[in-house]
């Protein structure tokens, strides 16, 4: 029997129907909803709710928990529902009828919200750190290939110089802008719900201000309905930030696939890190980029997938709502899962010098050559067409020599200013408090 239930329940076939792939993602819930839970007791305390002493109990039972879920040892026990009613069972079970009155104040409604909150923020902060490593070696990587030109390309068709250094750049500098989705998904995530109950609040004088401070969030959904709405809001938010880094690690992938084609041959890596076929003895495939380029393929459909999903959904809570785990809790791991791997084959990249003193290259100085004539005070069209007549006629014969100066191009990468940009993104995460928060809620 599950603790909302009378005297009836469910039939089975309902109850699989309905519970779905939840146990497997309340397990990552589990010490979340244990936070959850001391600043809700603190907080029935502070109103009288409980006493002191039923506040210590709660406090030590709770904690028990929390080190049973950091070793491993913790479980949903067969026959209960979700890891909501397990703690509350478990602190029932240990210290009697005081864990029967934790509930007092709060729905499941807003104890799931609170922990989704809670959990979301968590991973955040775990794809920031990521993301930051992946962007520190991307800088690294742009700084020591910045003399190393390549091709650029315009509709796949050879176009001007480029760089290494300007291309590894560019992918860190996109990472920086990719952090201002995840700080708007960060700033909805770190909005306390807890006191909503079922979206229209409570007969009980909580005090939510209070479980805002406990919890570190920065601050509270003062509405109890927007409260609840904001659920599906906030798995918006994180699809399209998950989406948007995924996107650059998908151009990043892309390029590399056809980089390290023998017709480019620009890139390579170590052959353990590469592939090879079961009749061709030759081949190096390029199998960790193309299943990079297909994950983050998968990410970038999720937020149309969210979208469908939460369509015609009217206000207040809805069972559908439960089915967004299913798509943003493995998306936040695969995301995790590319950065990394990422970061990891970037490490053992071979980089091809002199590409573009290859002859086959010279017509990527044309507009180099037309600058030139222009800086020597022939108009720009008249420069740009005895350069293309030169190349009808076969006798165009260019520079190699590259003079970029203005900022961002290939020789002056502004790598300082982008780290400037990543700095400034960084700090808009308050991290440290909210770490400090935690600790300061599961001191014993």
Known sequence: MKLWQKNSSNKKEVESFTIGRDPEFDILLAPFDVLGSLAHAQMLQEIGLLTADELTALRKGLIEIWDEIEAG????????????????????????????????????????????????????????????????????????????????????????????GLWFGGLAEALVEDLELWRAAYHLVNQNPLGSAAGYGSSF????????????????????????????????????????????????????????????????????????????????NPDVFELLRAKTNQLQSSPQAIFLQLTNMTTGYHRDLQLLKETVFPDLSQLKDCLQMTAFMLKHIVIKPDILEDNFYAYLFSVEEVNRLVLEGMPFRDAYKKIGMDIEAGEFRPSTKVEHSHEGSIGNLCLDEIKVKMQKALVSFDFEYVEKSVEKLLAK
């Open 73 to 164: 040892t913790f479980s949903i026990a067969p026959g209960v529902e979700d890891v909501h009613s397990q703690v509350e069972f478990l602190l029932t079970q240990r210290y009697g009828d005081v864990g029967k009155k934790l509930h007092s104040g709060r729905s499941r409604n807003d104890q799931v919200l609170v922990d989704l909150k809670l959990y979301y923020r968590h991973e955040i902060q775990l794809i920031i750190n990521d993301i930051n490593f992946l962007f520190t070696d991307l800088i690294m990587l742009a700084e020591r290939y910045k003399n190393h030109l390549m091709p650029g390309y315009t509709h796949t068709q050879l176009a001007m110089p480029s760089s290494f």
């Open 205 to 284: 004088p909580l005090n939510r201000s209070l479980t805002t401070q406990l919890l570190g969030f920065a601050d509270l959904h003062y509405n109890v309905i927007n409260a609840q709405n904001s659920r599906g809001k906030t798995e918006k938010f994180l699809s399209f930030a998950t989406a948007s880094t995924a996107g650059t690690l998908n151009k990043l992938s892309a390029d590399i696939i056809l980089f390290m084609n023998q017709h480019f041959a620009f890139v390579t890596f170590p052959d353990e890190l590469t592939t090879g076929s079961s009749i061709m003895p030759h081949k190096k």
